[in-house]
Antibody, heavy 123, light 106 residues
Framework: QVQLQESGPGLVKPSETLSLTCTVSGGDISRYYWSWIRQPPGKGLEWIAYMYYSGTPNYNPSLKSRVTISVDTSKNQFSLKLSSVTAADTAVYYC?????????????????WGQGTTVTVSS | DIQMTQSPSSLSASVGDRVTITCRASQSIRSYLNWYQQKPGKAPKILIYAASSLQSGVPSRFSGSGSGTDFTLTISSLQPEDFATYYCQQSYSSGAFGPGTKVDIK
């Protein structure tokens, strides 16, 4: 049973870089795609990015200039960096596994999620 | 970018009601459409993938339909545990979510 756990600072100053890590337990990180999603307070879900452990990341165009995701197979972790943050980046940040759910077609969905971690951008 | 919209943004319903939520994509996404349920303070849970395939463990009162640009999530008989917010998500390119539909108690 794969489980995910986000970790990182809960408070980040404006203009600095937000850094989060997702630890994967109960499974091999090198078998799947991994994603980051966020949810501002009282608002909907926003997809940030996903990548295969060894592939090219796929970023939300609206965040692409500020986002970097990476996978560390030696630690079974993947990470998110978001630069030049503002108050608008205050949100609950989730990591999730992007899994091929159909055996015959490339239909992917987010089937395992972390519990989420709250990040506040404030001085 | 493919944009996703949902309607209604919220609805009130009673236990036992049939509930229908609509999702629309700004261009064809074929059947690359997922539905998620989110309860307050919790991570989302996938219900439907490939527009109409029920994820393992999800009750059969949930169903999805549609292809191209127009999709529907139906709850055939609303149960107390179904009061939540529902999101569609396209997996055709990237992973954009719809804005959500909140289902609350009438």
């Amino acid at each position: 049973q794969v489980q995910l756990q986000e970790s990182g600072p809960g408070l980040v100053k404006p203009s600095e870089t937000l850094s989060l890590t997702c630890t994967v337990s109960g499974g091999d990180i090198s078998r799947y795609y991994w994603s980051w999603i966020r949810q501002p307070p009282g608002k909907g879900l926003e997809w940030i990015a996903y990548m295969y452990y060894s592939g090219t990341p796929n970023y939300n165009p609206s965040l692409k200039s500020r986002v970097t995701i990476s996978v560390d197979t030696s630690k079974n972790q993947f990470s998110l960096k978001l630069s030049s943050v503002t108050a608008a980046d205050t949100a609950v940040y989730y990591c999730a596994r992007r899994q091929q759910l159909s055996p015959h077609y490339y239909y992917y969905g987010l089937d395992v999620w972390g519990q989420g971690t709250t990040v506040t951008v404030s001085s | 970018d493919i944009q996703m919209t949902q309607s209604p943004s919220s609805l009130s319903a009673s236990v036992g009601d049939r509930v229908t939520i609509t999702c629309r994509a700004s261009q064809s996404i074929r059947s690359y459409l997922n539905w998620y349920q989110q309860k307050p303070g919790k991570a989302p849970k996938i219900l439907i993938y490939a527009a109409s395939s029920l994820q393992s463990g999800v009750p059969s009162r949930f169903s999805g339909s549609g292809s191209g640009t127009d999709f529907t999530l139906t709850i055939s008989s609303l149960q107390p545990e179904d009061f939540a917010t529902y999101y569609c998500q396209q997996s055709y390119s990237s992973g954009a979510f719809g804005p959500g539909t909140k289902v609350d108690i009438k």
